[in-house]
C-alpha cells in the first residue's frame, strides 16, 4: 500500500544528554507518515561492539557524526525510497548489505541503527498501531522492573568506586507505576543521607543520573547506603539489589588481574568477593562480573552464584557470542543494546535466542542518552520484563519511565509488571 512506501529518507546531527554529537533520522513514507529516531552512543562500551563513526576533525572534539549523517543522505536514503516500511528485515539487511563490513565501520552502526529504528516508528504510524504493539505483536503486556542506577562509578562518573551501577530494583511492587514511585522515592532519601555522611557534592550526578559520594570506595559502601535509604522508607520487602562491574574496564591483559579498590587481584580472588557480596546483601542481578572474553569465568559464577548474571560487553547483543555463552552456559540474561549490533532486527534476533535458551533480556540504554523514547516500546514489546535506563532523574533517563507509565495506561487491565519474575516474565 502506497502509504507504507517510503518516499524520503533524512538525517541530521544532534546533540546526545552529554552534550556530544549523534544522528538523528527521519523517515517519511507516501502516506505522510513520519518515524524519527535518536541514536544513543555508549562510553562504556566493550571491543566487540559495532562501530560508531566519527568525523575526527577539530570540530567538537572529533566528535562529530557528519560523515554518519552524508552516508545516510547519499548512499541509504537512495536505497530505500520506495520501499515498504513493514518489511523491516529486508530493509536492515540491504543496509548490512550496503556496509559490507563485519562490524558495519564503512557506514557507520551510527547511521544505519538510526534508520532501522526510525523505519520501524514510520511503518506503526502508517499501521496506527503503538511501536510497542508493531514490534511484539497485540498480546505484549509485561511492564518491566526499572533497574534504577543510584549510585555511579567506575567511566561513568568521577568518583572512586570502581563498579559502575549500584541498582535497586524494586521487584515487590505491584506495578510499574508504584515501582517507578517507590524506587524514585528512595533515590530522594538516599540524596538526602549522602549528603550528611559523604557531604553535599555527593548529589553531583553522573552520566546516568546516579550520585556522586566522594570518598566512598568500597561497594559494599554504596550498597549499605541504598538499603539505609529503603529501611528508612520502611520498603525492605519490596527492593533487592544489582551491579554493572563493567569488569573489563578493570582488568590488566599483561598482568592477567583486576584492579579492585587500589589492588591487584587474581580472577579467583574476584570471584570469591562476588560469592562475599551475594551471601551478605539481597544482590539478585550482577551485569559483567568479569572481563568480556572470559566466557568459562562467567559460566562458573553463572553456577555457583545462583543469581541474574548479564552478559553486556560479553555478548555485545551479538547472536554469535551469545551462541558462544549459551553452549557452555556462560551468564543467564542477555543485555540488550540495539546500536551495540546496529539493526533493529538483528537486536529483535539476540533476544529471541536468548529466550528460547531460558536466558533473561535486560533492555538497555546507554550513557549518551536522547530523550526519545523507543527504548521503553522495544522494552515492552519484548515482553522482556526489564529495563535499565539509569536514575529517575535528567529528561533523558525519565522520558523512557514516562512512556513506560504511558503503555501501562493503554494496557489498561491487560498490563501485568513483572516483578520478582523479572527473568521469566512469561
Known sequence: MERFEIKEVKAREILDCRGEPTVEVEVWTKGDFLGRADVPSGRSTGKHEALELRDGEDRYRGKGVLKAVQNVNKIIAPALTGRDATKQREIDELMIELDGTENKSKLGANSIVG????????????????????????????LPVPFL???????????????????????????????????????????????????????????????????????REAFDAELKAIEELGYEDEFVLGLDVAASHLYNQEKKRYVLMGKEITREHFMDFYEDLVSTYPVQSIEDPLEEEDFKGFAELTRTLGIQIVGDDLFVTNVKR????????????????????????EALDAAQLAFRNNYGVQVSERSGQTEDTWLADVTVGLNAGQIKTGAPCRSERTAQYNQ??????????TAKYAGKNFRKPK
Open 115 to 142: 534508520v532501522s529504528l526510525a523505519v520501524a516508528k514510520a511503518a506503526a504510524k502508517a499501521s496506527s498501531i503503538p511501536l510497542y504493539q508493531s514490534i511484539g505483536g497485540p498480546h505484549v503486556h509485561i
Open 149 to 219: 542506577n543510584l549510585i555511579n562509578g567506575g567511566k561513568l562518573a568521577a568518583t572512586e568506586l570502581d563498579f559502575q551501577e549500584h541498582i535497586v530494583m524494586p521487584v515487590g511492587a505491584k506495578t510499574f507505576s508504584e515501582a517507578l514511585r517507590i524506587g524514585t522515592e528512595v533515590y530522594y532519601e538516599l540524596g538526602k543521607m549522602l549528603a550528611d555522611r559523604w557531604g553535599r557534592h555527593s548529589l553531583n550526578v553522573a552520566d546516568e543520573g546516579g550520585y556522586t559520594p566522594s570518598g566512598m570506595k568500597d561497594p
Open 322 to 345: 551469545l551462541n558462544e555463552g549459551i553452549k557452555i552456559g556462560a551468564a543467564n540474561a542477555l543485555l540488550l543494546k540495539v546500536n551495540q549490533i546496529g539493526t533493529l532486527s
Open 404 to 413: 513506560l507509565l504511558r503503555i501501562e495506561e493503554e494496557l489498561g487491565s
